[in-house]
C-alpha cells in the first residue's frame, strides 16, 4: 500500500503538482516509515516550493536509515545551496560524490557552491577595504568584477514513457538532442537516477525505484534526436504489471506454462488482457499475401516476372535485350526477332521519346 501512494507521488511530481506529491508521500512515510526514498523524494518535492528547511530535515532523516545514500546527500546539498550555506552545501555534495562517483551532476552542484564562495569573499573584501578606506576617492574596488553566478534551477515537466518486452524493459524521455555531456545516468539493482542538463539551463531529474530487479551490467542508454532511450535488463523473465512500486509477488511468466514444449510461441506484451500466438498470426498473413490477387500494374509485373523465371535461356535473353534496347518501351520473349537487329524504340501513344542528357 505504501507504494502505491508512493508511486502516486511520483506521478504527480512529474506533472509538477508538488503539493499533492507531498501528500502521497507523507502518506507512504506513515504505512512505512524506514524507508528512505519516501524522504529522499519528499525533499525534492519541498525544494520545488522553498521548503529548504524541510527538505533538510528529510534529507537527515534518509540518511539515519541509509546513511551512505548519494541521493539523501544530494537532496541535503541542495536544500543547503538555496539556503545560502554554500559550505555546508559543497560539503554535502563532496559526501555524495564519495558514495556515488558516477553521478555528474555532484560536480556541477560542486563547481556551482565554489562559484558562490568566490563571490562572497570577493564582496567581504570590497566591504572591508572600503570600510577602512574612509574618505579616499578611489572607488576601484567597488567596480571589481564578479564572476557571473547561475542558481542551480528546479527542472522542467517533461513526459517519459515505458514499456516491455520479455527481457528488457524500455524507458523513454522525449528531450531532444541531448548530449553525452548533459546527460548523467545511475543505475542501481531497483533504481533509476537520471540528470538531463538542459538547453535553457535548467536540470531535469528523473528518479525511479523499479518494481523487479534489473541487471546494471547489461542495460544501456541511447541519446536519439527526438528522445533519450534506457533499455533496462531484466533479472527474470517476468511481467511487470508497473514500472515502480513493491516487488509483484503475483508475477506472470512470459512463457506459459500451458503451452507445450514443442510449440514454439512468441508471445509479447500488450496492454490486452490476453495472449496472442503470434507465430501463428504471422503465418496467416504470409498465406494471406500469397493468396492476395494484384491488379493493376502489380499485375502486369507479377505476369512478367513469371513469364522470365518460367522462360528458356532465349526467352530471358530476348527480354533482358529488347527491354534494354528500347529504353523500356519494348518487352519481347521472340529471340528469333529481336536477336537479328537492335529493337526499335516504340514509346506509348501521345508521348515522345526523348533521350536523358545530364
Known amino acids: 500500500m505504501a507504494a502505491e501512494w508512493f508511486s502516486r507521488g511520483n506521478e504527480a511530481f512529474v506533472d509538477e503538482n508538488y503539493d499533492e506529491a507531498i501528500k502521497f508521500y507523507c502518506e507512504a512515510i506513515n504505512l512505512e516509515p524506514k ?23 528529510d534529507a537527515d532523516d534518509a540518511l539515519k536509515i541509509s546513511p551512505k545514500n548519494s541521493k539523501a546527500f544530494h537532496r541535503k546539498g541542495e536544500a543547503y545551496f538555496h539556503l545560502g550555506k554554500f559550505h555546508k552545501a559543497r560539503q554535502c555534495f563532496i559526501d555524495g560524490q564519495t558514495m556515488n ?35 579616499a576617492t578611489d572607488d576601484t574596488h567597488s567596480q571589481t568584477t564578479q564572476p557571473a553566478l547561475v542558481d542551480m534551477p528546479t527542472g522542467a ?94 508475477v506472470k511468466y512470459f512463457t506459459p506454462a500451458s503451452v507445450p514444449s514443442d510449440a514454439k510461441v512468441q508471445d509479447y506484451p500488450s496492454s490486452s488482457h ?41 526467352v530471358k535473353k530476348a527480354m533482358n535485350k529488347s527491354f534494354s534496347e528500347s529504353g523500356g518501351t519494348v518487352l519481347s520473349t521472340n529471340w528469333g526477332d529481336i536477336g537479328e537487329k537492335e529493337t526499335e524504340i516504340k514509346p506509348p501513344d501521345g508521348m515522345e521519346w526523348k533521350k536523358y542528357q545530364n
Open 274 to 314: 490476453y495472449t496472442r500466438n503470434w507465430d501463428k498470426l504471422a503465418h496467416e498473413i504470409k498465406e494471406e499475401e500469397k493468396n492476395e490477387k494484384p491488379e493493376g500494374d502489380a499485375a502486369l509485373n507479377s505476369l512478367f516476372e513469371k513469364i522470365y523465371c518460367d522462360g528458356s535461356d532465349e
Open 35 to 57: 524507508h528512505h526514498d519516501f524522504y529522499i523524494n519528499r525533499a525534492k518535492g519541498y525544494i520545488k516550493l522553498d521548503k529548504y528547511e524541510e527538505a533538510v530535515r
Open 157 to 250: 515537466k517533461t513526459r517519459y514513457d515505458w514499456y516491455q518486452t520479455e527481457t528488457h524493459v524500455i524507458v523513454t524521455i522525449l528531450i531532444k538532442q541531448v548530449t553525452k555531456e548533459d546527460f548523467s545516468m545511475d543505475l542501481q539493482d531497483k533504481s533509476l537516477s537520471v540528470t538531463i542538463k538542459m538547453a535553457m539551463g535548467s536540470d531535469y531529474f528523473l528518479e525511479l525505484n523499479l518494481q523487479h530487479p534489473v541487471i546494471s551490467d547489461e542495460s544501456s542508454s541511447k541519446l536519439l534526436n527526438s528522445k533519450v532511450e534506457i533499455k533496462l535488463k531484466k533479472l527474470e523473465a517476468i511481467r511487470w504489471s508497473s514500472l515502480e512500486g513493491e516487488y509483484d509477488v503475483n
Open 101 to 135: 562517483v558516477n553521478d555528474k551532476s555532484l560536480q556541477t552542484w560542486i563547481s556551482q557552491c565554489e562559484l558562490k564562495m568566490s563571490s562572497q569573499n570577493l564582496e567581504n573584501q570590497d566591504k572591508g577595504e572600503s570600510e577602512s578606506g574612509a574618505g
